[in-house]
Structure formats: C-alpha cells, structure tokens
C-alpha cells in the first residue's frame, strides 16, 4: 500500500487548493480513504473520509461547507477540495487508508493504518 500526497503551499485567507493522493496496492472496493491533518502542537485530526465503494462520506464539523472530498477510481487518485481557507486550516495534511469494515468510515486517525508523507498548508495573509 502506498500514498502520496500533494497539491499544498501556501494561500492566503479565504484563498483555495486541493490536493491529491495518488494511491496504490489496494482496492476502494475494499478500503476507507481519507484526509487528516495535523498542525504544530496538536494531535492529528480527522478532516474528511469516504467508505469503501463511496458509500458514504464524512466531514468533521469545522470543514463542511468549504471542503469536498472526492475520488477518481480510473486515476487511483482521492482529492479534496479546499475553499475560503482559514488561518485554523493551517496544517500538514495526510491521507490514510484502512482496511473497511462495510460501516461508515471513521475519520479517527488511530483507526487507520497506511499513511503518506504528508502535504504542508499554510495559510497566512
């Protein structure tokens, strides 16, 4: 299993990006994907994910309305889109992957096990 992050750098406030992952050794048929990020300080958190098969897909709460997540299974590629950024959104985003379950994907970052590298957002005027 392997992924691989890009698409950060550096937006001004209320600016937009999205990222990618490309991903590889394993099916979304059979995996939850999604996005976390962590920012200096903090614990890692969840952002966004989507259940194998898309299913079903979660935001936490301080994103919804501004970020999409999305995939495109021909390109092994999951996305997310990020609009009208904030200062708060400044982070190193990741992308996980697990094992699914066939429940709704969880966006606890301890309940996946493969991760990227990471891509480094900064938001700053």
């Known amino acids: 299993v392997q992924l691989v992050e890009s698409g950060g750098g550096l937006v001004q406030p209320g600016g937009s990006l999205r990222l990618s992952c490309i991903h590889s050794?394993?099916?979304?048929?059979?995996?939850?994907i999604g996005w976390f990020r962590q920012a200096p300080g903090k614990e890692r958190e969840g952002v966004s994910c989507?259940?194998?098969?898309?299913?079903?897909?979660n935001y936490v709460e301080s994103v919804k309305g501004r970020f999409t997540i999305s995939r495109d299974n021909a390109r092994n590629t999951l996305y997310l889109q990020m609009n009208s950024l904030k200062d708060a959104d400044k982070a190193v985003y990741y992308c996980?992957?697990?094992?699914?379950?066939?429940?709704?994907?969880?966006?606890?970052?301890?309940?996946?096990?493969?991760w990227g590298q990471g891509t480094q957002v900064t938001v700053s005027s």
């Open positions: 050794g394993f099916s979304l048929d059979y995996y939850d």
């Open positions: 996980a992957a697990r094992r699914s379950y066939g429940t709704s994907c969880p966006t606890r970052p301890y309940e996946y096990d493969y």
């Open positions: 989507v259940s194998s098969e898309g299913g079903s897909i």
